[in-house]
Each structure stands twice: as structure tokens, then as C-alpha cells.
């Protein structure tokens, strides 16, 4: 089983690819986790990634499609993923059927910008497992920790409210477009992701058990 998540920066990708990923047992592969951990690494590519992820650009394809090769080939790929930010244009769509990459679903997120930037404000991320967390609709147990490994929760350096607004403009204008490339396909599932994070999640396991027969 093959799944993507589409959708504005903050419309609640990650949050809901960790719930199907623990409910179908298949990895979640987030090229932003991916990115950010290249960048606390220190490694070349997380350098040169910083600087387009901090003005809210995207990062040149020949940083990211490498990264998420290595990563699609790891063993825990082999039975089905979920591909969360990735592709992000239509050129990064087709490398993925270049190299045979089929998706089972392409389930885009719908929300408003204006809802989007609410939820920045007050959007922190665990700095170990990359959890999502909000002060007002998923607020941890523990304030500053993760509840699920326990590790510390750090606010993002790309969610200042004028880089929102960068990423917002560059979602529109390049990563939009990709739902017209997956309804030509079929593959796309839309999804009201203004409401309860439970009932999104409903939505969205019914419409792929629909898929897995
Ligand atoms: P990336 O990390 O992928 O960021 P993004 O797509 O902008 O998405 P986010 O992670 O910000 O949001 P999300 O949709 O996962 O929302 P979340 O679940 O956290 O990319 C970052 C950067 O890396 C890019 O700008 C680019 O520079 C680079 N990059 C990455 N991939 C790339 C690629 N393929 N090519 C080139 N460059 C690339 O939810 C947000 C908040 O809302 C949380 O606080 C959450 O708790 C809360 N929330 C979630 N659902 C709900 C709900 N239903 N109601 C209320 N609150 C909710």
C-alpha cells in the first residue's frame, strides 16, 4: 500500500500520516524530516537545504530526490509507505514514475490559508521523532515533551508568520497543481482537514480501505 499525503504546509500532513502509519504499519517518509535532519547533522545537503527552508522555497531537487531514493530503498519500505511532502511539483511527481513508483492513494488535505496560519502559531515538533504538536488542538501531556518518545519539543524555524506566507504562495503556485496530475490518474481522495483530527483520520482510513478492497 502506497500513500501520499497533499496539502498547504500546516494543513495536518504529518499529523496524519503518524496515525495511518502506526494503523497500517507501514513507514512515513517526510522529505522535511528528512531535510531537517540533514540540517541538525550538519551535513553538506542539510547546509545548502537551510537556507531555501528558511525563507520558505523549496529545496533543489538535486538535494531532495537523492535523499529520498536512499530512503525508499531502506527494507521497512518494502511492504507500502507514505510519501508526506514529497512530490512537491510535477517534475518531482515524475521521477517518482520514472523509477516505477505507483501510488495506491493521493490524499489531499484541504484547508484554508487563513486556518493555516492559526495553526502555525502555535505548532511545536519533537526534536527526536518529529512529532507534531499544537498549544491548542494537540497539546502534549507534558508541556515541552513528546509523548510519544519522550524527547523535546522545538518550534520551527520556518513558521514565522512571513515565511508561512512564503511557503503558502510557493504551495499554491508549484505543488497545487499535482491534485490535477493525480485526478488525471485517478488516484486522488480530497479531504476536509478543518475539523477534529480523529474524524479527518476516519475520513481518511475509510477511503483506503475503500482502496485495499
Ligand atoms: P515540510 O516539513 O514538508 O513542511 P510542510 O509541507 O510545509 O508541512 P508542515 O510539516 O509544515 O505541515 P503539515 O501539513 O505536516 O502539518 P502538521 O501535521 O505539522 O517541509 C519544510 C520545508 O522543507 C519546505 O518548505 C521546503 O523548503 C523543504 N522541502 C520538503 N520537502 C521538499 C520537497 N519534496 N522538495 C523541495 N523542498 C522540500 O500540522 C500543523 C499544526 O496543526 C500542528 O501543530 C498540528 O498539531 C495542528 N493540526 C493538525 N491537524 C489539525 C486539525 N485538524 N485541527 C487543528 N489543528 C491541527
Not at 494503523?23 to 540533514?38: C, D, F, K, Q
Not at 502555525?120 to 521523532?129: D, I, K, N, Q, Y
Amino acid at each position: 500500500m502506497n500513500l501520499m499525503f497533499l496539502g498547504a504546509p500546516g494543513a495536518g500532513k504529518g499529523t496524519q500520516a503518524e496515525v495511518i502509519s502506526d494503523h497500517y504499519r507501514i513507514p512515513s517518509i517526510s522529505t522535511g524530516v528528512l531535510l531537517r535532519e540533514a540540517k541538525e547533522r550538519g551535513t553538506e545537503l542539510g547546509l545548502r537545504a537551510k537556507t531555501y527552508m528558511e525563507a520558505g522555497q523549496l529545496v533543489p531537487d538535486e538535494i531532495v530526490v537523492g535523499m529520498l531514493k536512499e530512503r525508499l530503498s531502506a527494507p521497512d519500505c518494502a511492504n507500502g509507505f507514505i510519501l508526506d511532502g514529497f512530490p512537491r511539483t510535477v517534475p518531482q511527481a515524475e521521477v517518482l514514475d520514472k523509477m516505477g513508483v505507483s501510488m495506491d492513494l493521493v490524499i489531499s488535505i484541504e484547508v484554508r490559508d487563513e486556518a493555516i496560519v492559526e495553526r502555525m502559531s502555535g505548532r511545536s515538533l519533537c526534536a527526536s521523532c518529529g512529532a507534531s504538536y499544537h498549544t491548542k488542538f494537540k497539546p502534549s501531556a507534558k508541556p515541552g515533551v513528546c509523548d510519544r518518545c519522550g524527547g523535546e519539543l522545538k518550534v520551527r524555524a520556518d513558521d514565522k508568520p512571513e515565511v508561512v506566507q512564503s511557503r503558502l504562495t510557493v504551495y499554491h503556485e508549484q505543488t497545487e497543481p499535482l491534485k490535477d496530475f493525480y485526478e488525471k490518474k485517478g488516484k486522488l481522495f480530497l479531504v476536509n482537514g478543518e475539523g477534529a483530527i480523529e474524524d479527518i483520520t476516519a475520513a481518511i482510513t475509510e477511503a483506503i480501505d475503500k482502496v485495499k478492497g
